[in-house]
């Protein structure tokens, strides 16, 4: 059974720093593409970010380009997101999802929700102004 257990949210003013972390269990973390997605209340989900399973590829939906920064360590079995400048618009429950490891590839990665097999319990973020 694979287990994926976010971390690292909270409360920050608008500007301020934080960073997420993403353990998981029960498959070998370096076969898999990795992702964050974050849902606003009233809001649908929305991808952030995807990293490649070997952390070569990464790629960001555009309203945190150069704010937010994707990352891995797979000794450690752990996905960071990196979150700076942050903007109250930023505030969500972040999750992050392992990619189904159907899709394969070095350095593939992916924005679609539907392609991520399993997703962590979340962690809230709440940025002030």
């Known amino acids: 059974q694979v287990q994926l257990v976010e971390s690292g949210g909270g409360l920050v003013q608008a500007g301020g720093s934080l960073r997420l972390s993403c353990v998981a269990s029960g498959r070998t973390f370096s076969n898999s593409a990795m992702g964050w997605f974050r849902q606003a209340p009233g809001k649908e989900r929305e991808f952030v970010a995807t990293i490649s399973r070997g952390g070569g590829r990464t790629y960001y939906t555009d309203s945190v380009k150069g704010r937010f920064t994707i990352s891995r360590d797979n000794a450690k079995n752990t996905m960071y997101l990196q979150m700076n400048s942050l903007k109250p618009e930023d505030t969500a429950v972040y999750y992050c999802?392992?990619?189904?490891?159907?899709?394969?590839?070095?350095?593939?990665?992916?924005?679609?929700?539907?392609?991520?097999?399993?997703w962590g319990q979340g962690t809230q973020v709440t940025v002030s102004s």
């Open positions: 999802a392992t990619v189904a490891p159907r899709y394969s590839g070095d350095y593939y990665s992916t924005w679609r929700a539907e392609e991520y097999d399993y």
